[in-house]
C-alpha cells in the first residue's frame, strides 16, 4: 500500500477512458477486480488498456475525474455529498432546479438528497469528490 497518490492533471487529461467513455475513478469505496487494483506508486499513471487501473481504497470517500463525454443523469445521493471543482473549460450544473455556470477553479458542493445534473453542453475536465459515499447503491436517478 503507498503512502499517498499524485494524480497529475496532465496524467489525467492523457487517460485513455477519458476519451473514450469520458470517466475515470482514481479513489473508490471497494476495488472492482475485473478493472482496477490498488496502487503500489505514488504517482499515478492512466493505464494502457486492458490493464487495471490504480487506485487506492478509502470507506465512505470517492474522487472521480470526468469529461462531458461521461453518462450524466439527473441523481441525487441518500447518504452521500458531492464536492464538484472544474478543472478546465465551462460547465452547466442543474441543482434543485437552478442552474449554475462553472468556470476553472470553481467548487460546487451538492449536499446529501439533493436532485442534480451535469449538464453536456460545453466540453470541460471536471473532478469530484463524494464523502460519506456508500458507493453505487447511494446513487438514485429520478
Known sequence: MTPALLVTL???KQ?????ARG???????E???DTEQESVAVLWHAPAPP???PVVVMRD?????????????????KIG???YTLLEGEM??????????????????????VWHEVKRDSRFLCQVVTVNCAGAKDRHES
Not at 470517500?61 to 441523481?75: G, S
Not at 452547466?92 to 438528497?113: F, I, N, Q, R
Open 23 to 29: 470517466d475515470r475513478k482514481v479513489l473508490v469505496t
Open 61 to 77: 470517500t470517492e474522487l472521480a475525474i470526468f469529461t462531458e463525454r461521461a453518462k450524466q443523469t439527473r441523481h441525487c445521493h
Open 51 to 53: 490493464a487495471k487501473c
Open 92 to 113: 452547466t450544473m442543474e441543482v434543485a432546479g437552478e442552474l449554475y455556470t462553472l468556470s476553472p477553479g470553481d467548487t460546487l458542493m451538492v449536499k446529501t438528497g
Open 81 to 83: 455529498t458531492e464536492i
Open 10 to 12: 496532465e496524467a489525467s
Open 31 to 33: 476495488i472492482r477486480p
Open 15 to 19: 487517460d485513455p477512458a477519458l476519451q
